[in-house]
């Protein structure tokens, strides 16, 4: 199972939990590259002891070249970025399929609450539907993971386990001798869905909606199932991972000889006596870059059998159980409803605290200490242009308190207006005006346009409403041409609109009439 350490570091401290990470054997590093670190160091110390003692002058003239050579082009490999890159991408793909593996929870509880009786019938239902859903699960483990595959070698162990019967083996076994190239974990969510489908007609499940809510969830865990799989036939590129392999290892090999010491001074200096005696930052340098290769090598498989694998035998025998006790053991089973501790109050001020010293207050706005005199201009600004807002609001209400008073004694007014109500551009649409409707010169709204001189401090505010302002006028002119419409209706029901001509239309038809 994964190597879990979440509890030692829930609390950061002064000393870094994670340095009591570094003494833990069970899927650390130290496990992992100690073999690699091994045959590194033994073949540093082989070729020292050689340089040393067993070459002559003229070798270690070889040598100390080839030392040179080594130490001074083994950088040009790409070895961070194509080993962190590589990482990444198979860090990410181990979380994916974790997500992938799906739970029964959710068809368990809509099973439960769907299938309905407390008879043997129903009851079989509920749990042989969750059986076939595990069953499609255990034979999907037994195809990605070594461990399961033990466990459950052939169906025999299945049988054992409860999770498949004798005739449903032999259907099984029937059809992969018919289709032997395909696998089959499908079979018992089809088992599953017909089930469904037979509790409608029995009316065990009162609804369709019901039904098709089931059987989704059932193509979903199947569909789950199929993307494990997936992940199984399709790895990362098998190019990548051997570039990444050779990189690592062809720059340790160059490392392994570059990093030697050697009697050359280097840039005329004395020859390091740190590095005569041990390679402390080669030997580091082979640890991190040989644990980062590691990583991505016991991640790349979370189904297998690394210390950090996924516990896929726990999952098993985890679904198993939930499954029936939401189905069985818990179907349409709740505790007593009685009022709760809240009931007179409707909700609690504050819920208590095992130690009230460990209470906190409401988390605080990031405006909260603002100073709002900082931003004294921009209130300013905003001031004026509400007054500058207001200024044209009251010439529209001018104008529209003229036109009210001045037809207030029509019948039209009297139908469509009431003096509590607000005078509005819908109250003057509903006046009939038996006279062209222009307000006087003096009454009429002023706008004010921005002119070149004052252009650089423009409101945009101001310019809004002025649009406005003119879209109003032009309904208000609208409304004055419609004065002379008239309305009837034709015998057959429908209507038809006559709009007056003008004076020159008018006198141009009479004299056709003449």
Not at 57 to 74: L, R, S, T, W
Not at 356 to 366: M, N, V, Y
Not at 453 to 476: G, K, N, P, Y
Request: with cysteine; glycine share 4%; aromatic share 14%.
């Amino acid at each position: 199972m994964t190597v879990t350490y979440t509890a030692n570091v829930n609390t950061s401290k002064v000393i870094s939990n994670f340095l009591k990470l570094l003494f833990r054997w069970r899927g650390s590093i130290y496990k992992l590259v100690w073999i690699d670190l091994f045959i590194f160091f033994s073949l540093y110390c082989l070729l020292a002891l050689s340089y040393r003692m067993l070459m002559s002058a003229k070798a270690q003239e070889v040598f100390e070249d080839i030392v040179y050579y080594c130490n001074m082009h083994g950088n040009l490999l790409p070895l961070s970025f194509v080993l962190g890159f590589y990482v990444s991408i198979v860090m990410g793909r181990w979380w994916q399929q974790y997500t992938t593996i799906p739970w029964p929870d959710s068809i368990a509880i809509l099973v439960s609450s769907s299938i309905q009786g407390f008879d043997d019938r129903a009851r079989a239902m509920r749990r042989t539907i969750l059986r076939y859903v595990c069953l499609c699960q255990v034979i999907v483990f037994t195809m990605i993971s070594p461990n399961v595959k033990k466990r459950f070698p052939t169906y025999n162990q299945i049988i054992d386990s409860g999770l498949l019967l004798d005739n449903e083996k032999a259907i099984i076994e029937n059809m992969d001798i018919a289709f032997p190239h395909y696998p089959k974990h499908w079979m018992p969510i089809v088992w599953a869905a017909s089930i469904v489908m037979r509790a409608r007609k029995e009316n065990k499940i009162r609804d369709d909606y019901a039904v098709k809510t089931i059987i989704d969830e059932l193509n979903k865990f199947r569909g789950f199932c199929g993307f494990l799989l997936y992940y199984d036939w399709v790895s990362v590129p098998l190019v990548y991972t051997q570039v990444v392999t050779l990189a690592t290892y062809t720059f340790f090999l160059f490392s392994v000889i570059g990093q030697q010491w050697t009697q050359v001074a280097d840039a005329g200096g004395s020859p390091n006596r740190v590095e005569q005696w041990f390679p402390f930052l080669t030997i580091l340098q082979f640890f991190f870059y040989m644990g980062w290769l590691k990583v991505a090598e016991s991640l790349i498989n979370p189904f297998g059998e690394d210390d950090d694998d996924f516990e896929l035998n726990w999952m098993i025998d985890r679904n198993l159980t939930v499954s029936y006790l939401i189905v069985d053991e818990m179907h349409q089973e709740h505790p007593e409803l009685v009022k709760d501790q809240y009931w007179d109050e409707v909700f609690p001020n504050e819920l208590p605290y095992a130690d009230d010293a460990k209470r906190t207050g409401p988390p605080e706005a990031s405006t909260a200490k603002l100073d709002y005199r900082a931003n004294s201009s921009e209130q300013r600004r905003f001031h004026m242009s509400r007054d500058s807002t207001a200024t044209n609001r009251s010439g529209r209400d001018n104008f529209l308190n003229y036109m009210l008073d001045k037809h207030s004694s029509s019948a039209s007014f009297a139908e469509n207006y009431h003096p509590s109500r607000r005078s509005t551009w819908e109250d003057i649409s509903r006046l009939t005006f038996t006279e062209p409707l222009e307000a006087p010169e003096e009454d009429r709204p002023r706008r004010r346009r921005p002119s070149i001189r004052d252009s650089a401090s423009v409101d945009f505010d101001e310019l809004i409403e002025q649009r406005h302002q003119e879209r109003r006028d032009r309904m208000r002119q609208r409304f004055l041409n419609m004065r002379g419409t008239h309305i009837r209706t034709t015998p057959s029901g429908g209507y038809t609109v006559a709009v007056l001509r003008t004076t020159s239309d008018e006198a141009l038809g009479e004299e056709e009439d003449a």
